[in-house]
């Protein structure tokens, strides 16, 4: 399957026939954003158990992933199995905006990874690579100096992957205040009566970080021996990365992601929150076409100006880079490893499998 600029309302079209099929319930949510079509929605599916355990399955976080996120939340629905006890949510195409517009960031050019968290910190390190991720223009020689950085500089260019609040035309941007979207995540929230439930578990589906067709797990925890830390590697096993403990090992911490900020809204639930990255290309790939993508819709009056052959170039590695799913074998590992995590994850819960 190739990406074109019909395969979110695809995706959006199939997961509904999967869902209903399955029996799901469910309801539309979208934030209030301007230029946002009517059917453009948060679409979730639920099914409320007796237990007072739910699992969420967030899709769409950063838009175009959701592409293979809800080949995922379709798979699950066509043949994964649950305990008819158990409530599962399944949110599909969380940043909306994005999805239905193939990008990572929303209308306002918000990471929505990097928007929830309780104070959007200053990041003092993005203004010094400014100059590298936002081009005044967009030209091979420009990428390149990123593409030729130094191994010694490379460390300060990845401490901008955190988030940043200052630059709304940046990379990594966080917003300089909390958005419609945490009124959405917030609604979502109450909607689903999550604040009731004892115990409440969210797999959140990425990808782009890691080595191509390698699943890597991330714990948002700020501590790897607290009793959330222990349960986590305890069902997931000791392969998961605590991204926000120092010296992590993976690429940078990551301030305001979506996991951490429901953990906030629901006081006294036992909470598990997982991010599952499907590795695809390398930084050296997927950076470039994320500054190219970034400048061309933030330059659309320059558009015209900048090499066709490079802008055809960097939005097809833009694509591969978050969505390559017309890779079959990719995308087998990607079901592979969301599904274990959905094993695990009913384990982990006291279930049995079946
Ligand atoms: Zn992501």
Redesign the pocket.
């Known amino acids: 399957m190739l990406l074109s600029n019909d395969s979110a309302r695809q995706a959006q079209e199939n997961v509904w026939r999967a869902a209903l099929r399955r029996g799901m319930e469910f309801a539309r949510f979208s934030p209030d954003l301007d230029g946002l079509k009517k059917d453009e929605t948060t679409d979730v599916f639920y099914h409320h158990g007796t237990d007072g355990k739910m699992i969420v399955v967030i899709s769409g ?2 838009g175009i ?1 959701g592409i293979p996120g809800s080949l995922v939340q379709q798979s699950l629905f066509r043949g994964w199995g649950w305990p008819e006890e158990l409530s599962v949510a399944v949110v599909h195409a969380f940043n909306s905006s994005a999805f239905y517009n193939m990008r ?1 960031t929303d209308k306002n050019n918000i990471d929505l ?1 990097r928007h929830f968290s309780e104070t959007l910190d200053h990041n003092p390190d993005y203004a010094g690579i400014r100059h590298l991720v936002e081009p005044e223009m967009l030209t091979e020689d420009s990428l390149n100096i990123f593409r030729n950085l130094p191994k010694s500089e490379m460390g300060a260019f990845l401490a901008t992957v955190k988030g940043q609040c200052e630059f709304p035309e940046g990379l990594f941007y966080g917003g300089k205040e909390r958005g419609p979207s945490y009124e959405m995540l917030k609604n979502i929230c109450s909607f689903l009566h999550l604040q009731e439930y004892k115990e409440v578990v969210v797999i959140d589906l ?3 970080l890691g080595p191509y067709k390698v699943a890597t797990l991330l714990s948002p925890l700020l501590s790897k021996t607290s009793e959330d830390a222990v349960r986590t590697k305890s069902w997931y096993g000791d392969g998961v990365n605590f991204i926000n403990v120092k010296d992590n090992g993976v690429v940078s911490s990551v301030q305001g992601d979506v996991a951490p900020a429901l953990q906030r809204l629901l006081p006294g639930v036992k909470f598990t929150g997982i991010a599952l ?1 499907m590795g695809t290309n390398t930084i050296a790939e997927s950076f470039p076409a994320l500054i190219a993508e970034n400048w061309l819709y933030n330059h659309p009056e320059l558009v015209n100006k900048v090499n066709p052959a490079l802008v055809t170039r960097e939005m097809e590695m833009f694509l591969k880079s978050f969505a390559p799913v017309e890779d079959k074998e990719w995308l087998k590992a990607l079901k592979m490893a969301a599904c274990k995590l959905w094993c695990q994850s009913i384990i982990g819960l006291g279930y049995e499998l079946y």
């Open positions: 976080v950063h992933e990572r990874n990425h990808t782009g990255e």
